[in-house]
């Protein structure tokens, strides 16, 4: 029973250039969210969807960064243009349904250098 | 507040020994708290919860106590080991937010042996 899986766990670009970060949620799970962690810091809030629904975006910065969760196959975080700003860890959760009692699994992350 | 890139606090303690790891959180609507451990590389895992109509609730070599007047968390390891080396984090929820998790800044347990 495979956990959350993340790709790539390592991920290098350079200014200008775009990212995508995969996220294939646990096996039965349609809710998937997006955290960003800086080094030495707490994850922060991004995103939350489900299956080709975007439920809350709040925490994604305005520009350059979207989210998708299709139907079939992996929820895509693509920050498009990057800057060294968002070097960072980004980690995935997925959960069955909503509810705060409902444990929500975390992946291993992808780590973004932005060089 | 917001954490702003400041180094982790850090918690040394002996292997063996009880570890006590505090956390303040921000929401006094929050209704949902839950503790987490990362190791270095890592996600982070879940380790336990409780929920704001509880003061205490225990599981294995671990307790979190809830202190709503004041809006504190706490996590007690019991007789602290190596692999308890990690940051731990709490974080809170309102029921009606799901899973959106609003974290704590972190404090770091070094288990010396």
């Known amino acids: 029973n495979a956990g959350v899986m993340q790709n790539p766990r390592h991920l290098v670009r350079r200014r200008g250039q775009e990212a995508r970060l995969r996220c294939s949620p646990m096996k039965g799970h349609s809710h998937v969210y997006w955290y960003r962690q800086l080094p030495e810091e707490g994850l922060k809030f991004m995103v939350y969807l489900q299956k080709e629904n975007i439920i809350d975006e709040s925490g994604m910065p305005k520009e350059r960064f979207s989210a998708e969760f299709p139907k079939e196959g992996p929820s895509i975080l693509r920050i498009q243009q990057v800057v060294r700003g968002d070097s960072a860890a980004y980690f995935c959760a997925s959960s069955p349904r909503q509810g705060a009692d409902t444990e929500a699994f975390f992946g291993q992350g992808t780590r973004l250098t932005v060089v | 507040g917001e954490n702003v890139g400041l180094h982790l606090p850090t918690l040394s303690v002996q292997e063996g020994d009880n570890s006590i790891i505090n956390c303040a959180y921000s929401?006094?609507?929050?209704?949902?708290f839950i503790w987490y451990k990362q190791e270095s590389g890592k996600g982070p895992q879940f380790i336990i919860d409780i929920r704001s109509n509880m003061d205490k609730r225990q599981g294995q070599r671990v307790t979190v106590l809830l202190n709503k007047t004041v809006k504190h968390l706490s996590l007690q390891i019991a007789a602290t080991q190596p692999g308890d080396s990690a940051v731990y984090f709490c974080?809170?929820?309102?029921?009606?937010?799901?899973?959106?998790?609003?974290f704590g800044g972190g404090t770091r347990v070094l288990v010396k042996p």
């Open positions: 929401n006094s609507a929050s209704d949902y």
């Open positions: 974080a809170e929820t309102l029921k009606a937010a799901g899973n959106k998790l609003t």
